[in-house]
């Protein structure tokens, strides 16, 4: 199934900033998302087909040595996962980006809060909208991270 066609945009709406910030910030967080997709389930594919191949590796000459160093690899995936975010960010970013073709189309289609403005009125908006929905989503990535450093940098219970 191919694309459909996209709707003709005037000239004027293109080259206006608000539509300029849209269409970058819409192709970032789509970036973004098809990356960290990507790398989610890579990560995850070679867990499971190490882990599905312990049981095969103890059959081998030198089955402790193989079977620790896959269980290494598999933490050590784990750990990358968990390090980087990538499923929590996928989700996140994917959502940030349908949120934005949301807005666009509400925006060509001048529906919901577009409704009856003229072409000015809705591209302030519109630069309104995307700049709030993209500093919201700004906050709470520096909210994680924050966070994440911080329980990483606190010493674990129980450890001396």
Not at 13 to 19: A, G, Y
Not at 40 to 56: D, E, M, N, R, V
Request: charge should be neutral; glycine fraction near 4%.
């Amino acid at each position: 199934m191919g694309e459909l066609p996209q709707p003709e945009v005037p000239e004027h709406i293109r080259k206006s900033p608000p539509w300029y910030r849209l269409e970058e910030q819409l192709g970032w967080y789509d970036s973004k998302s098809n990356y960290c997709q990507t790398r989610y389930k890579w990560l995850k594919f070679l867990q499971i087909a190490l882990g599905a191949s312990i049981p095969l590796l103890v059959y081998q000459v030198d089955a402790k040595a193989i079977t620790a160093a896959v269980g290494v690899i598999i933490a050590i995936l784990e750990a990358v996962q968990h390090l980087n975010q990538y499923s929590t960010l996928w989700v996140e970013y994917r959502s940030t980006a349908e949120y934005l073709k949301h807005e666009r189309w509400l925006f060509l289609a001048r529906s919901g809060e577009y409704r009856g403005l003229n072409d000015d009125e809705a591209l302030k908006l519109l630069a309104e909208q995307v700049e709030s929905h993209v500093s919201t989503q700004h906050t709470t990535w520096t909210q994680k991270i924050q966070s994440a450093v911080q329980r990483s940098s606190q010493p674990h219970a129980g450890v001396r």
